[in-house]
């Protein structure tokens, strides 16, 4: 018996990283998952994102569980399409239970008018609106929905400090995100829907591993590599590591969603391995 037995997930972002991650998570519970991804490249992202031979193993994986999935290519900023793969999920597994908004980019460095900030802002807080919004008509007393911010989105001065237009638009769109969840969890409570946000430091995912933030961690070294900027990475944290795991957001997003959480909504959780405590908050 798994604490998921006969839920449905929804699950933006998932062809890998941790997306991939909290699928193969909840289905180890025993839920079944419709997966979506963009499967394509954003230009103004500066490491690679999920390709269709991502998503197909996020399938293998979960099926691998015994438990059922729909994945398909999507595009959050673009409810329709979004709409349209719910509706695919649906018509398979006639539920939806659990609504995970996932999906994000961090275009750090883009600062053409149409680049950086709108794809981040679009990405990060209008997919989770986009995805909360297509999800809302089919969830019923008990159903859960979590979103992922970020501590960026937390920290006070982050969109200073983040650089390019890119890189201020993800923190501005994860500032969003946490008061977005406070403000409609409170319309979903007289629903018995519940609705919390969870806030990670750095992860062990590509939007972390990649030149571009290596350089930043190391910007005394002309081309670091990973070993250097591991060695700057637990700057962020009080906890003496680089970053934490997909698997541990996972384990969170496992207890919020599950009746283990049932009477927390409308919570803003970081998962920072202390990192938060440096510094002043900005909520």
């Known amino acids: 018996m798994g604490k998921l037995d006969g839920r449905v997930a929804f699950i933006t972002g998932a062809a890998r990283g941790q997306g991939r991650s909290h699928a193969l998570r909840l289905a180890g519970e025993g839920a079944d998952i419709i997966a979506v991804d963009l499967c394509e490249q954003i230009a103004s992202v500066p490491y690679p994102l999920g390709t269709p031979e991502d998503l197909a193993q996020t399938v293998k994986e979960v099926e691998a569980l015994g438990r059922g ?159 250097d900027a591991e060695l700057a990475f637990p700057v962020l944290q009080s906890m003496p590591i680089p970053y934490i795991e997909p698997n541990d957001v996972s384990s969170l997003v496992l207890f919020l969603v599950s009746d283990d959480a049932r009477y927390i909504t409308g919570l803003n959780l970081r998962i920072d391995a202390g990192g938060m405590l440096k510094g002043e908050p900005a909520l």
């Open 69 to 227: 999935i729909v994945a398909v290519k999507a595009d959050v900023r673009e409810r329709s399409q979004l709409r349209a793969a719910l509706d695919e999920g649906l018509a398979r597994f006639g539920r939806l239970d659990i609504v995970l908004g996932n999906a994000g980019i961090c275009p750090w460095d883009d600062l053409s008018l149409a680049g950086g900030f709108v794809d981040g802002t679009d990405v990060d807080l209008i997919g989770v609106m986009n995805t909360v919004a297509v999800s809302l008509p089919h969830l019923k007393a008990g159903a859960s929905i979590v979103l992922t911010g970020s501590t960026a989105g937390m920290m006070k001065g982050t969109t200073e400090v983040m650089g390019n237009t890119g890189g201020v638009g993800y923190s501005w769109a994860k500032q969003t995100v946490a008061k977005y969840t406070e403000v409609l969890a409170l319309q979903l409570a007289p629903h018995n829907v519940r609705l919390n946000a969870i806030h990670p430091t750095n992860v062990n995912t590509n939007l972390l591993q990649n030149d571009r933030i290596y350089k930043t961690f190391r910007p005394d070294l002309e081309n670091p590599t990973r070993e």
